[in-house]
């Protein structure tokens, strides 16, 4: 399935710029990146488990918001594009 | 429907930053920001082909990004969220 991760890491502090790294290093390792913090990731249903699990343990609850939306496994025609692309097709060879 | 709306907008110049106020202007008009440049607007297929092409018209394609995710109508069980919220439900009273 395709799951989309949105995110807002307040920037505000030293760590929260450590936070906002870390989790886009976490996204990275399991998708790819659409927009600033935007991330298409495949997953099963196990390793979508253990990626919240693993973000959350970054974030801090208090200041940070993270959004997940299944879109499931036909997820093709469910999103569109326009303007500039970041150079990817999430199952297809990296456009560089 | 609920229609995910993601964007990034190049903020380099004045014109960028005019951009970015009025795609968030418009969709505000839609449906709801949940983050920063993330909003969920419960439309059907009339009106999603009329914000697109409002969208369409305020973008630099050249520059900026957006994405349009169809969760389509059966969508509470395709979102999740960690953090804090915006405060509101797209369905709900808005909780400030």
Not at 59 to 86: A, C, P, T, V, W
Request: charged share 25%; proline share 0%; net charge positive.
């Amino acid at each position: 399935m395709l799951v989309l991760i949105t995110y807002d890491v307040s920037t505000d502090t030293a760590a929260g710029r450590k936070r906002l790294h870390k989790v886009a290093k976490t996204c990275v390792n399991w998708g790819q990146r659409v927009q600033n913090s935007v991330f298409e990731c495949k997953v099963d249903a196990a390793q979508y488990a253990q990626l919240k699990d693993l973000l959350s343990q970054i974030i801090d609850l208090e200041k940070d918001s993270i959004r997940f939306y299944n879109l499931g496994d036909r997820y093709h025609r469910r999103i569109e594009h326009m303007g500039i692309r970041s150079g990817y097709d999430v199952e297809g060879v990296l456009m560089v």
